[in-house]
């Protein structure tokens, strides 16, 4: 029975080449996008570290090539014993079933009748001899009951035949019993020669396991060193990155009270918030100058509007009091025509009473 060991090999670099390559480019972005470590031009030590994560998966590759080629070549050799295993069963059944028809299978030792010879009746019984001839027997009314003149010789062939079946059962016994040993032998051979070429596969296989496990192991650690080297240049460029922003931060005037870092270089009447430290006194002087004219400014537009308003409130009143003497004048006027309409009525009434 062959046994199977089971490796662990690294993972398939079409399943990890997407995961690295956003990696990289989380990687890539985070350092072109930070102001502290972006420099113009080629990125040297980015480049360098190319280089190497070339130089290590090639390696991977090359032992993980070397991984399956061993284990091709052991497929390859067992594939190749279990064919020649095979070819050598097969001849040795061909054999076998050769000699036994050399042995047992005779022309002379068949029993059966043969279909394909037509005249084999013919030989066995010729034409008519005479009256003693053997090969007659009753019904051939050429030897009758009492007329057997040779019973001792037909006796005596009897045993003779008797004992050459006897002898030849004797010898297919011994022959069987010479084959079986042979057998037996032959197949303690077989059996040795299997599990010498067993014990042979199992220590190749584990010859190729130990490879392959040494090749595995050496991934590893060219892993854990590639890791170990980048978590290091990683510490590092932070470290450098920390000490690059204190000195930025002692150096710049992000810390100092410097007016001018506020000034916004595209737009000079606006200001950077995240630079900002404060109005200087000559602009809060400017803007409390600016409150007052505009406080001045309001008191007088609130005074100019007040004199509006009475203006507007003394010419509503004299607008109301015409309209009380227009209305009394109306008034009047009403009264002084219903008068005079009164009397002309009553002069028409007393004209026309005197007409009748």
Same mark, same amino acid.
């Given at each position: 029975?062959?046994?199977?060991?089971?490796?662990?090999?690294?993972?398939?670099?079409?399943?990890?080449?997407?995961?690295?390559?956003?990696?990289?480019?989380?990687?890539?972005?985070?350092?072109?996008?930070?102001?502290?470590?972006?420099?113009?031009?080629?990125?040297?030590?980015?480049?360098?570290?190319?280089?190497?994560?070339?130089?290590?998966?090639?390696?991977?590759?090359?032992?993980?090539?070397?991984?399956?080629?061993?284990?091709?070549?052991?497929?390859?050799?067992?594939?190749?014993?279990?064919?020649?295993?095979?070819?050598?069963?097969?001849?040795?059944?061909?054999?076998?079933?050769?000699?036994?028809?050399?042995?047992?299978?005779?022309?002379?030792?068949?029993?059966?009748?043969?279909?394909?010879?037509?005249?084999?009746?013919?030989?066995?019984?010729?034409?008519?001899?005479?009256?003693?001839?053997?090969?007659?027997?009753?019904?051939?009314?050429?030897?009758?009951?009492?007329?057997?003149?040779?019973? *001792?010789?037909?006796?005596?062939? %009897?045993?003779?035949?008797? #004992?050459?079946?006897? $002898?030849?059962? +004797?010898? &297919?016994? /011994?022959?069987?019993?010479?084959?079986?040993?042979?057998?037996?032998?032959?197949?303690?051979?077989?059996?040795?020669?299997?599990?010498?070429?067993?014990?042979?596969?199992?220590?190749?296989?584990?010859?190729?396991?130990?490879?392959?496990?040494?090749?595995?192991?050496?991934?590893?650690?060219?892993?854990? *060193?590639?890791?170990?080297?980048? %978590?290091?240049?990683?510490? #590092?460029?932070?470290? $450098?990155?920390? +000490?690059? &922003?204190? /000195?930025?931060?002692?150096?710049?005037?992000?810390?100092?009270?410097?007016?001018?870092?506020?000034?916004?270089?595209?737009?000079?009447?606006?200001?950077?918030?995240?630079?900002?430290?404060?109005?200087?006194?000559?602009?809060?002087?400017?803007?409390?100058?600016?409150?007052?004219?505009?406080?001045?400014?309001?008191?007088?537009?609130?005074?100019?509007?007040?004199?509006?308003?009475?203006?507007? $409130?003394?010419?509503?009143?004299?607008?109301?009091?015409?309209?009380?003497?227009?209305?009394?004048?109306?008034?009047?006027?009403?009264?002084?025509?219903?008068?005079?309409?009164?009397?002309?009525?009553?002069?028409?009434?007393?004209?026309?009473?005197?007409?009748?």
């Amino acid at each position: 029975m062959k046994k199977m060991y089971q490796v662990d090999l690294p993972p398939d670099p079409k399943e990890v080449a997407p995961t690295e390559a956003r990696n990289q480019e989380k990687e890539r972005q985070s350092r072109f996008f930070n102001v502290r470590t972006r420099v113009m031009g080629v990125d040297l030590e980015a480049l360098n570290n190319q280089v190497e994560e070339r130089k290590l998966q090639e390696a991977t590759e090359r032992s993980k090539k070397a991984a399956y080629g061993t284990n091709q070549v052991q497929y390859d050799l067992v594939a190749q014993m279990l064919e020649k295993e095979e070819a050598e069963r097969t001849r040795r059944l061909a054999k076998k079933v050769q000699n036994f028809r050399e042995q047992r299978q005779q022309l002379r030792n068949r029993r059966e009748f043969d279909f394909w010879d037509s005249n084999q009746l013919w030989r066995e019984f010729p034409a008519y001899l005479g009256d003693n001839a053997p090969y007659y027997g009753q019904a051939s009314l050429q030897c009758f009951s009492g007329e057997d003149l040779e019973r *001792a010789a037909c006796l005596r062939m %009897q045993q003779e035949q008797f #004992q050459y079946s006897l $002898e030849r059962q +004797l010898q &297919e016994q /011994q022959q069987a019993r010479v084959d079986e040993n042979c057998t037996d032998m032959l197949d303690d051979q077989l059996r040795l020669a299997v599990d010498m070429r067993a014990a042979q596969l199992a220590k190749l296989e584990e010859s190729c396991r130990i490879a392959m496990m040494a090749a595995t192991a050496n991934a590893n650690k060219a892993q854990a *060193a590639k890791l170990a080297e980048r %978590q290091r240049r990683e510490h #590092q460029r932070q470290q $450098e990155v920390n +000490l690059v &922003e204190v /000195q930025n931060q002692i150096t710049s005037d992000l810390l100092a009270e410097n007016p001018q870092v506020a000034q916004n270089p595209v737009a000079p009447h606006r200001v950077l918030p995240y630079c900002w430290k404060g109005m200087t006194p000559e602009q809060r002087a400017t803007i409390k100058k600016v409150q007052e004219t505009q406080h001045h400014e309001k008191e007088a537009q609130r005074q100019a509007e007040q004199a509006l308003d009475a203006k507007w $409130e003394s010419q509503a009143i004299n607008l109301a009091q015409a309209a009380m003497e227009l209305e009394e004048q109306e008034k009047e006027l009403c009264a002084e025509f219903r008068r005079g309409l009164g009397s002309f009525n009553q002069q028409l009434a007393k004209e026309q009473k005197a007409h009748r």
